[in-house]
């Protein structure tokens, strides 16, 4: 069904990807109607399949950010703190930043990039892509930092309603789960490159008490070493917008 919702606009891939029930809750549908792939996406942005960021990068394909934020959605609310672990094209803090952000008030998203040049070009489209853009940066409710997110948010010291992993790894750091709040929800492709991996989502409730989910089969790009993805390329692709 997934690659049936691809369009040749923003609202058209929306539309089919409510109309195909991959994208059910009405918050995420007006979250990423808000946000135009094309300011994200290096070519095809209304295509439902990932393209290529360059530097070994690319954003997932818009099935795959749905599913990611209907499984976060109830960690998504007004006022939430959300971090998003390789960041990449910026598109998914773009979309967090409609559902948790409230303008002035509550509300964070972080974006964690390993390559600074991808963390660069993320905060740019996202200033260009949001009528708030630039004040939510100013403010600094939605920022995009540089560094490895492999062990979460540099130094720990906050908590987070909702995490997103955009990368594979091997196994789950417990330093992930350390960083959700009571309840929160996290969402990590989980598998070595070259073999299968899965979705977990990881769901810690009101008592502290942590269950993993086997969700479904996936091909996400890993969440290693800068080295690996500086040998792919020393250039990221700029947005259609
Ligand atoms: N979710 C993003 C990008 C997905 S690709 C989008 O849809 O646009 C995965 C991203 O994770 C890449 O941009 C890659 O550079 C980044 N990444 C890989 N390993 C990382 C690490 N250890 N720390 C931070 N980011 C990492």
Redesign the pocket.
């Known amino acids: 069904m997934a690659w049936r919702c691809s369009s040749s606009s923003n609202k058209g891939l929306i539309d089919n990807l409510w109309q195909g029930g991959i994208v059910k809750s009405p918050r995420v549908r007006d979250a990423m109607l808000q946000v135009d792939r094309g300011y994200?996406a290096p070519g095809n942005p209304y295509a439902d399949a990932p393209q290529d960021?360059g530097m070994g990068?690319?954003?997932?394909a818009p099935h795959m950010?749905s599913y990611a934020l209907e499984s976060l959605e109830e960690y998504l609310k007004p006022g939430n703190s959300v971090l998003d672990?390789?960041?990449?094209?910026g598109?998914?803090v773009a979309v967090m930043s409609r559902m948790v952000c409230q303008p002035g008030k509550e509300g964070k998203v972080i974006g964690?990039?390993?390559?600074n040049e991808?963390t660069l070009l993320g905060q740019q489209s996202f200033k260009k892509a949001l009528p708030d853009g630039q004040q939510l940066l100013e403010n600094g409710q939605v920022e995009f930092i540089s560094?490895?997110?492999?062990q979460g948010y540099p130094g720990g010291g906050i908590l987070f309603d909702a995490i997103h992993v955009?990368?594979a790894i091997p196994v789950v750091p417990q330093e992930l789960i350390n960083q959700i709040k009571s309840p929160g929800r996290i969402f990590i492709p989980v598998g070595d490159a070259g073999e299968p991996q899965y979705v977990y989502e990881i769901t810690k409730d009101e008592k502290g008490t942590v269950n993993s989910e086997k969700k479904f089969g996936v091909s996400y790009?890993?969440?290693?070493e800068k080295e690996f993805?500086y040998r792919q390329g020393s250039k990221v692709h700029m947005p259609v917008k």
Not at 85 to 89: A, F, N, R, T, V
């Open positions: 994200f960021l990068s690319r954003i997932s950010h672990i390789g960041s990449g094209s598109y998914l964690i990039e390993h390559i991808l560094a490895d997110g492999r955009g990368g790009v890993p969440l290693g993805y």
